[in-house]
C-alpha cells in the first residue's frame, strides 16, 4: 500500500471522528465558534477527502450568538445504526473557571446530506458525547462528566446512560463507568464491542502537549474497565521532536478487509515557541490487534507516513482557489455564531456584500467571512468597494483566529472623513482583548475607487499589501508582522485553552449602527511553498 503523509485533514480539523458506511469513510470534526456546525468529510480510500456537508446549518440545531471564542461546537461523534445517520455534539457556552455550561444534543438524518432532524437536548453534565449502538438494538450515551467542585478532578470521569429514540430522552440510571488514569482530564469517549468485549477509548492529559489515547475493556458494557497493558496507546507527550504533535482524540475504524485504523488530532508546531498556526488537525494511524487489544503500528507515537489503501492527490491541495461570488458563498467559507447570515452577508450582482455590524472580535454579530488557513505558506488577495464616512466604519482583509489574535488591513477613514488604509492588530492579548498600539502609520488614499487589498506569509513573516485603482503593482504597507501569533498557543485564555486554527479571509465592521455595506469582487488564496515550512520534518 502508498505511504501517505499525515495530516489527512490539514487545517483546523479537530476532535475527528471516524465512520465507514459500505465502501464509504466519513469524518466529523468539531467546528467551535464556526458557522454552520461540523466539518463532514468523506472519502472511499482514507487517502482522499473530499468536504460533503456542515449539518447544523439552520437556528433551530444551532445558534452560537454569545459563545465566546473555542466555544460552541465540541468533538462531535458520527455514527450509523444500520437504517440512518446519528451525530452528537456540545454546543458549550462557557469554559474557563471553575464552570463549564455545555449542551448535548443529537440529530439524526438518512443521509448525510441530510435533511437533518432538529435536535433532541440529552444532557449538559459534561462534553463530548458519543452514541454507541450494541448489537441488541440498544443506545447508549456517553459523556465526560464535569466536577465543579475538582472533588478529586474536575473532568470526573465517563459516565454513560441508556438512549431511547423513541421517546427522544435519556433514560434509566446514570453511572460513571471510568474515571480516567493518571493522566487525567478524561475526555472524547467512544465505545465499541469486538469479540464480546466492550472498549472504552478516551483522550487524556488535555489536548496540548501532553495529550492521549487511552484504551481500557470490559466484559459488560457497565464495567468495570481493565486498562490496556501499553497504555496510552497513542501519544507525542514524551516525544518532544516527533513530528506529529499533541496527538490524541481518537476514533477506530475497520476497512472492508478487515484492516484497522485510528483517527486523531494532532498539531504540527512551528518556531522555537513551538506555536501551531494551522490548528489541531486529522491525522491517522495503521492499528492491529494482538490478544483482543488494539495497538498503534510502531507506536504510541505516532507515525508521519501511514501505509493506505490508495495514494494520495495533492494537487488540489496545492492548486490555486480563485473564489467567485457568482451564485453561492462557496463551501470553503464559513462566518461566525450567527445562524441569519442575511444579516451579515449577501451573495449578490457577482459580489460578496458584507454589512457592517459590530467589531471585529464580537462574540455576537460580527460580518466577517473566512477560510480555513490550511498551509503554512500562502498568498491572500481581494477587491473591496468601500466608503465610511468616519473612524467607526471599516473593511477588509484579515488573518483572524479569534478576538484575542488577528492581523487587519482596514480601508476606514479618519474622523475628518479623509478615506485611509490603517492596520489593525491583536496580538496575544488576552484577556483584554486589546489592539496593540500604536498602530502603525495610516496611508491616506482617495475617498473614492477600490482597493487592492493582499496578504503574504511566508513561514513565521506576515506582510500587508495593497493597491489602488491605477496602480500596476502591489505596494508594501506596514510592519512585516509574526504570523505565529494567529496560533491557537496565542489565542487566549489559559495555555491550550484556544482550539481552532488560523483563518483568512474578509470583515466589515460598522459600529456607528447604519450597516454600511463593503462590497468584495472576489478573493484568492494561493499555497506557497517555503524552506520552512514543516511538512517532512
Known amino acids: 500500500m502508498p505511504l501517505v503523509r499525515n495530516p489527512i485533514l490539514p487545517g483546523f480539523n479537530a476532535d475527528p471522528s471516524i465512520l465507514r458506511v459500505g465502501e464509504d469513510y466519513y469524518i466529523a470534526t468539531s467546528t467551535f465558534e464556526w458557522y454552520p456546525g461540523v466539518q ?49 455534539y456540545t454546543d458549550v457556552k462557557r469554559k474557563d473557571g471553575s464552570f463549564k455550561d455545555t449542551y448535548n444534543y443529537i440529530v439524526s438524518s438518512p443521509t448525510i446530506e441530510g435533511p437533518w432532524s432538529d435536535p433532541v437536548f ?12 450494541d448489537d441488541d438494538g440498544r443506545k447508549w450515551f456517553v459523556n465526560m462528566l464535569a466536577d465543579h467542585r ?69 466484559r459488560d458494557i457497565w464495567g468495570p474497565y481493565t486498562l490496556h497493558p501499553q497504555n496510552p496507546i497513542l501519544s507525542s507527550r514524551d516525544h518532544p521532536f516527533a513530528a506529529l504533535q499533541r496527538a490524541g482524540h481518537g476514533d477506530i475504524v475497520e ?45 504510541p507515537i505516532p507515525s508521519l507516513f501511514v501505509d493506505l489503501p490508495a495514494a494520495r492527490n495533492d494537487e488540489s491541495y496545492w492548486a490555486e482557489r480563485k473564489y467567485t461570488f457568482d451564485q453561492e458563498l462557496h463551501k470553503d467559507f464559513q462566518w461566525l455564531r450567527t445562524p441569519e447570515p442575511n444579516r451579515i452577508f449577501a451573495v449578490e450582482d457577482g459580489k460578496l456584500t458584507l454589512f457592517g ?19 503554512f505558506s500562502y498568498d491572500a488577495e481581494t477587491v473591496v468597494e468601500f466608503s465610511p464616512e468616519d473612524e467607526r466604519q471599516f473593511a477588509g482583509l484579515t488573518a483572524y483566529y479569534s478576538r484575542y489574535n488577528f492581523f487587519y488591513l482596514t480601508v476606514t477613514a479618519h474622523s475628518d472623513g479623509q478615506r485611509e488604509l490603517l492596520i489593525m492588530s491583536s496580538e496575544a492579548s488576552w484577556p483584554q482583548g486589546r489592539l496593540e498600539r500604536p498602530f502603525p502609520e495610516p496611508k491616506k488614499i482617495p475617498n473614492e475607487g477600490k482597493v487592492k487589498l493582499a496578504v503574504t506569509v511566508r513561514g513565521r513573516d506576515l506582510q500587508f499589501w495593497y493597491a489602488l485603482e491605477n496602480d500596476k503593482e502591489l505596494q508594501k504597507i506596514g510592519p512585516v508582522f509574526d504570523a505565529s501569533i494567529v496560533s491557537d498557543e496565542c489565542g487566549g485564555h489559559q495555555v491550550h485553552g484556544s482550539f481552532t486554527g488560523a483563518f483568512v479571509g474578509v470583515a466589515c465592521s460598522d459600529v456607528n449602527g447604519t450597516a454600511l455595506p463593503a462590497r468584495f469582487d472576489y478573493f484568492v488564496y494561493r499555497p506557497v511553498r517555503y524552506h520552512t515550512d514543516r511538512y517532512e520534518v
Not at 70 to 75: D, E, F, P, R, Y
Not at 122 to 133: I, K, R, T, Y
Not at 195 to 217: I, K, Q
Open 40 to 88: 463532514i468529510h468523506h472519502s472511499r480510500d482514507l487517502a482522499n477527502w473530499t468536504l460533503v456537508t456542515r449539518p447544523l446549518n439552520r437556528k433551530s440545531q444551532l445558534d452560537m450568538r454569545g459563545d465566546p471564542d473555542s466555544c460552541g461546537v465540541w468533538a462531535p461523534c458520527l455514527t450509523h445504526d444500520g437504517e440512518k445517520f446519528w451525530l452528537v
Open 122 to 133: 440529552a444532557n449538559s453534565s459534561g462534553f463530548d458525547p458519543s452514541l454507541f449502538h
Open 150 to 218: 475538582a472533588r478529586p478532578r474536575s473532568f470526573a470521569g465517563i459516565v454513560m446512560q441508556e438512549f431511547d429514540p423513541s421517546a427522544g430522552k435519556l433514560i434509566g440510571p446514570r453511572k460513571n463507568i471510568f474515571y480516567g488514569t493518571e493522566l487525567d482530564l478524561v475526555e472524547g469517549p467512544h465505545l465499541y464491542k469486538r469479540n464480546g468485549w466492550y472498549y472504552l477509548l478516551t483522550a487524556e492529559g488535555g489536548t496540548g502537549y501532553g495529550h492521549a489515547c487511552t484504551l481500557a475493556r470490559s
Open 255 to 299: 476497512t472492508p478487509d478487515g484492516k484497522t485504523y485510528l483517527v486523531h488530532l494532532t498539531g504540527r508546531p512551528t518556531t522555537q515557541e513551538r506555536r501551531c498556526v494551522l490548528g489541531r488537525e486529522t491525522a491517522i494511524q495503521e492499528a492491529f490487534w494482538q490478544d483482543d487489544w488494539l495497538y498503534v503500528k510502531n507506536g
Open 357 to 375: 455590524r459590530e467589531s471585529i472580535g464580537s462574540w455576537f454579530e460580527q460580518s466577517l467571512v473566512a477560510r480555513r488557513q490550511e498551509h
